[in-house]
């Protein structure tokens, strides 16, 4: 598994970006990862997009695990997920985390996380790690 983080700082949006092989194991060290980084962005908006996610062997158990951990309470992610069984599981973990995790959306492309996030061509540069 592959991840990328960028930051629109005209937009306030930080842009999560994964591809390859989304395992149980692979979420956990994004989800670490991704906390960590999004601690020095805690009043920006996101996006994590798993459009380049080419396969996919997240289990149940991960997801609700996932679910009842604690999280930044960001102002709004969005998850943009194109494949169905990503989307299925993303909106799952969705309903799942509604009481903690609220402004949290699920979409099929960039286009339409942008419009949530009513932006229009953000410019994103890499965060270093």
Not at 5 to 16: G, I, Y
Not at 110 to 124: D, N, R
Request: hydrophobic share 45%.
């Amino acid at each position: 598994m592959e991840m990328s983080f960028e930051f629109s700082e005209a937009d306030n949006v930080l842009r999560l970006t994964l591809s390859g092989e989304m395992t149980d194991a692979a979420v956990m060290e994004i989800w670490t990862k991704g906390t960590n980084v999004a601690a020095s962005f805690p009043a920006s908006r996101s996006i994590i997009d798993l459009s380049g996610v080419t396969g996919f062997g997240i289990s149940t158990q991960a997801i609700n695990l996932l679910a009842k951990k604690h999280s930044l309470d960001l102002p709004t992610r969005v998850f943009v997920a194109p494949r169905d069984v990503i989307y299925g599981t993303a909106r799952m973990f969705q309903v799942l985390s509604e009481r903690t995790r609220k402004n949290m959306h699920v979409v099929r492309s960039m286009s339409e996380a942008y419009k949530v996030l009513g932006i229009e061509s953000p410019k994103f540069t890499p965060v270093t790690l």
